[in-house]
């Protein structure tokens, strides 16, 4: 079993930014693909951002590409999503996954490990 927890969610005004971390325990493997996801009241979750194994290689939805950058530190078995140019259409809650596979994803089942997420608000 995999554990991540979630830490740097907040409120902040529009135009600013936040950087969320994601912290993996237990059977941990810096060999995880780990991937970011949000879900707003009452929508769907859905794909934020992707980091492959290795870190060189990374994919975004397009509704953050240019804002958002995502990255990891294999020591210390950590991602992080730092979100830029923060409007009000990015509240939601931010979830860290992982999956048994080195190769980035962008579907939710693709996932093997969920966090149990982090509130991001943006004020207008």
């Known amino acids: 079993q995999v554990q991540l927890v979630e830490s740097g969610g907040g409120l902040v005004q529009a135009g600013g930014s936040l950087r969320l971390s994601c912290a993996a325990s237990?059977?941990?493997?810096?060999?995880?693909?780990m991937g970011w996801f949000r879900q707003a009241p009452g929508k769907e979750r859905e794909f934020v951002a992707a980091?492959?194994?290795?870190?060189?290689?990374?994919y975004y939805a397009d509704s953050v590409k240019g804002r958002f950058t995502i990255s990891r530190d294999n020591a210390k078995n950590t991602v992080y999503l730092q979100m830029n140019s923060l409007k009000p259409e990015d509240t939601a809650v931010y979830y860290c996954?992982?999956?048994?596979?080195?190769?980035?994803?962008?579907?939710?089942?693709?996932?093997?490990?969920w966090g149990q997420g982090t509130q991001v608000t943006v004020s207008s």
């Open positions: 996954a992982a999956r048994l596979m080195a190769t980035i994803a962008t579907i939710m089942t693709q996932y093997n490990y």
């Open positions: 237990g059977r941990t493997n810096s060999n995880n693909a």
């Open positions: 980091i492959s194994r290795s870190g060189s290689s990374t």
